[in-house]
């Protein structure tokens, strides 16, 4: 049971993430040094690590 729990708490860091970025303006986003199609790995490796 833990394991789904901590699946599902994974996905909404994930979701959340994805969310926040897709928010910003391609203006915010190059001021932060990422391009919109970094987003997606960005939010992986926020959610479940850098080493995926």
Same mark, same amino acid.
């Given at each position: =049971? #833990? !394991?789904? &729990?901590?699946?599902?708490?994974?996905?909404?860091? %994930? @979701? &959340? *993430?994805?969310?926040? +970025?897709? #928010? +910003? *303006?391609? @203006?915010? +986003?190059?001021?932060? !040094?990422?391009? @919109?199609? =970094?987003?997606? @790995?960005?939010?992986?490796?926020? #959610? %479940? !690590?850098? #080493? &995926?």
């Amino acid at each position: =049971m #833990a !394991g789904i &729990q901590e699946s599902r708490a994974r996905n909404a860091v %994930y @979701r &959340q *993430t994805v969310r926040e +970025l897709n #928010a +910003l *303006t391609a @203006r915010d +986003l190059a001021d932060l !040094g990422i391009h @919109r199609s =970094m987003i997606s @790995r960005i939010a992986r490796e926020a #959610a %479940y !690590g850098a #080493a &995926q």
